[in-house]
């Protein structure tokens, strides 16, 4: 099994910055893509930002220039870098990661941390 602990959340006025982490731990080979994905109330789980095992990133169109996704292997850990937030950033955060198995590969959500965005 796949541990993920997330931190990094909180409140924050908007124009302020917020940093998420989340780190993988358990019996696994390696972990593969990572990434976050947020839950506004009333709204659907979207994706926020995916990252590979080599780097290579993506970031949603209504992030870009403000949020940067990061991870370091050594440590399995994930990380969201959010800058000049805004009010509709308000929403629970999840990361999510894709982990080699010894029998296949499985994927694997954080508990959720809150970011709210005061305006």
């Known amino acids: 099994q796949v541990q993920l602990v997330e931190s990094g959340g909180g409140l924050v006025q908007a124009g302020g910055s917020l940093r998420l982490s989340c780190a993988a731990s358990?019996?696994?080979?390696?972990?593969?893509?990572m990434g976050w994905y947020r839950q506004a109330p009333g709204k659907q789980r979207e994706l926020v930002a995916t990252?590979?095992?080599?780097?290579?990133?993506n970031h949603a169109d209504s992030v870009k220039g403000r949020f940067t996704i990061s991870r370091d292997n050594a440590k399995n850990t994930v990380y969201l870098q959010m800058n000049s937030l805004k009010p509709e950033d308000t929403a629970v955060y999840y990361c999510?990661?894709?982990?080699?198995?010894?029998?296949?590969?499985?994927?694997?959500w954080g508990q959720g941390t809150q970011v709210t965005v005061s305006s």
């Open positions: 999510n990661v894709e982990a080699r198995l010894l029998f296949g590969t499985n994927s694997y």
């Open positions: 358990g019996r696994f080979l390696s972990i593969r893509a």
């Open positions: 990252i590979t095992n080599g780097g290579s990133t």
